[in-house]
């Protein structure tokens, strides 16, 4: 797998760059803006671009908005950010194109090495990695917009469901069988909705039109 970063602090850089290779990745470019990160991208077309929201030159921004042109140009190349803090409206509007190849991590995730690698090719296969923290804020977000049609436990399964967890890995976190789960995965595609189809992704479309309804 095949990853550009994008992070202006050298040491970090450096760190995520042994890091993911340590990993068995392919890290093809390490730049520290965003105008370096938008021409690595198009001259390597990798899997997937680490990307730290904040860069020169405000330190505000300018990450997240390469990261959207990259969702919108670069469609088969996966995007994960990584921010100090929480962003509701940031994790909004990556979630605007889908919540295929798209991630959004907090920067105290990278010091768990298994589970910060796993969130970069689960991002660079198209699949989905979201910080329980992120995932809990726009669950609080949406439940203030909207009536709650799922239950306590339903939302935990959703919101482990956008971290892009399997039933398996749901069961063991939630400390329930794996039957249980697949019942309340069952109970949120019948509350939102969603009837099976061989073109479409059920898990993915339940977090899109739960977070975004």
């Given amino acids: 797998m095949r990853v550009v970063i994008a ?34 991208v198009d001259r390597h077309r990798p899997d997937v671009a680490v990307v730290d929201i904040r860069m020169p030159p405000t330190h505000t921004d300018e990450g997240l908005r390469a990261a959207l042109v990259l969702r919108r140009q670069y469609p088969t190349t996966g995007v994960l950010v990584l921010s100090q803090y929480v962003r509701v409206s940031y994790a909004a509007e990556l979630l605007d194109a889908g919540a295929d190849g798209v991630g959004y991590l907090l920067k105290d995730r990278v010091s768990d090495l298994a589970e910060f690698t796993g969130a970069v090719r689960r991002v660079g296969s198209g699949g989905s990695a979201f910080d329980p923290e992120v995932v809990s804020r726009l669950l609080a977000r949406r439940r203030d917009d909207n009536d709650d049609r799922l239950t306590d436990r339903e939302r935990a399964v959703l919101a482990l469901m956008a971290e892009g967890r399997t039933n398996q890995a749901i069961a063991r976190r939630l400390f329930i069988a794996e039957r ?29 039109r739960y977070l975004n309804a």
């Fill in 7 to 40: 992070e202006d602090s050298t040491l970090l850089r450096e760190g995520l760059t042994r890091l993911l290779a340590e990993a068995g990745l392919d890290v093809v470019a390490a730049v520290e803006d965003a105008s370096a990160l938008l021409a690595e």
């Fill in 180 to 208: 249980t789960v697949e019942k309340h995965c069952t109970g949120i595609f019948a509350k939102l909705d969603l009837t099976a189809s061989p073109h479409d992704h059920r898990r993915v479309l339940a977090v899109l």
